[in-house]
């Protein structure tokens, strides 16, 4: 029998649908966005105009005269245009296609890259939230502690509300740091998943503040000695992406595979004011 090289038991198509699956897994961001436009999304550069529809007055009828309002809904262009790349060189892909944990290692590497640079960018949102949604400000950002982290929280879930972002069965949601997590937790209005007494959480939120279901994500960094916490509802943030290609080639110097993957995405703030942040000091 002849020997299998490694080159010919490697499935690009089988790399593919794994990885597409662990990316739908535990990534924090992807929690709190919507992605309702991915399906029209083929290739990078390719953009999706997404039309809303303009709000409808209300008037009281005086008379039998009705007049009626032109409406001019408004668009947006979602566009694909964050293109990133994995690369790297498998020594005896043969072993590694016949060991699936190997395989899964390589991908699970591949999963958390992707999602690092994924959530640094959808968190990089916070840019687009208006001035009346955010508490604190950059010359004088908010310093949080045990005693005051519930006040403050309380502040951000009330500039969603004070928007009309928030209505009967919309769940809002937070994403915070192991930093804030640490002053979260000693809040005795905090109210951890174990306590939670529905089911609406989501995956992987560690529990509930001010009404928001509250994620942890260590993507959430110091900028200038400030963090940007970033709270907000599904609608606000619509996000699309696709795993190009993963493909191999035999590396002409070495008795090696080397195998590289395309992941291209982009996401659009459709709705601002479902957004809120707050400015906290980091020191």
């Excluded at 709190?32 to 999304?41: A, F, L, M, Q, S």
């Excluded at 309002?69 to 790349?85: E, N, Y």
């Excluded at 060991?99 to 690092?116: G, R, T, V």
């Excluded at 503040?209 to 609608?235: C, E, Q, R, W």
Aim: glycine fraction near 4%; charged fraction near 20%; aromatic fraction near 8%.
């Amino acid at each position: 029998m002849t020997e299998q090289t490694s080159y010919s038991v490697f499935i690009p198509q089988i790399w593919s649908q794994k990885l597409n699956q662990l990316l739908e897994k535990n990534c924090v961001m992807l929690q709190c966005v919507n992605r309702n436009w991915e399906g029209e999304i083929k290739n990078q550069g390719d953009t999706v105009k997404i039309i809303t529809p303009a709000s409808v007055s209300v008037s009281t009828l005086t008379s039998s005269d009705i007049t009626y309002s032109a409406l001019t809904p408004t668009s947006q262009d979602l566009v694909i245009d964050q293109k990133k790349f994995f690369a790297f060189k498998i020594d005896d892909v043969s072993q590694a296609q016949s060991n699936a944990d190997i395989m899964e290692a390589h991908l699970e590497s591949a999963k958390k890259a992707i999602e690092e640079v994924q959530d640094t960018y959808l968190l990089g949102m916070h840019t687009n939230v208006k001035a009346a949604n955010t508490v604190g400000t950059e010359a004088s950002p908010v310093t949080l502690n045990k005693s005051t982290i519930y006040e403050k929280f309380v502040n951000l879930s009330l500039a969603l509300k004070n928007s009309n972002a928030v209505s009967a069965g919309t769940r809002p949601w937070v994403v915070i740091n192991p930093n804030i997590e640490a002053y979260l937790l000693q809040s005795p209005e905090f109210i951890s998943a174990y306590n939670v007494a529905d089911e609406t959480l989501r995956e992987g939120s560690i529990g509930r503040i001010a009404g928001m279901d509250v994620l942890v994500s260590t993507n959430l960094t110091a900028v200038d000695g400030k963090y940007y916490v970033l709270a907000g509802t599904n609608d606000a943030i619509t996000f699309a992406s696709q795993l190009s290609k993963i493909e191999s080639l035999r590396d002409k110097d070495s008795f090696s595979d080397l195998v590289r993957g395309l992941y291209l995405y982009g996401a659009k703030t459709v709705q601002p004011d479902a957004l809120a942040k707050m400015i906290v000091s980091a020191s």
